[in-house]
């Protein structure tokens, strides 16, 4: 595990996992803010990249008290969840964790969990 990143494989593409994950996140109505497609910006520029996606997605009202109590959190917020396909086709999900944004940020540990909303996002996708 990298330091702060949670890492999980995808039972699907890139592309259903977007589609999973964007169907989950309307059911919860929690914000989709944008989704940057990596991939396609790099064949824009005459690049290769594997299909690599970032879900930017959350909720004002589990955010913005993080943000009050530690202004530098914002840096890291909204949340993301990106999904990549590596050169051997395998697909995962990562996410910052929520323990290691609030070491990293010093904000009380009672808000760690207004910022654990995608590995629920992510079990249906895990989930054998």
Known sequence: ????IVTKPSRYSVEESVAKLEELLHQKG??????VDH??????????LPPTKLLIF????AGTPV???APSAALDLP?????????????????NDPTY?????????E????LSAAEPLTIPLTAP
Not at 1 to 4: D, E, F, I, N
């Open 79 to 95: 949340l993301k969840i990106l999904v990549a396909e590596d050169a051997a086709g395998k697909v995962w999900l990562s996410w």
């Open 111 to 114: 808000l760690i969990k207004n």
């Open 67 to 69: 943000m009050l109590a």
């Open 101 to 109: 944004l609030q070491q990293r940020h010093n904000f009380p540990e």
């Open 39 to 48: 991939s396609g910006e790099a064949a824009s520029a005459g690049l290769h």
């Open 30 to 35: 929690i914000k989709l803010f944008q989704i």
């Open 1 to 4: 595990m990298t330091l702060g």
């Open 58 to 61: 959350g909720n004002p009202k």
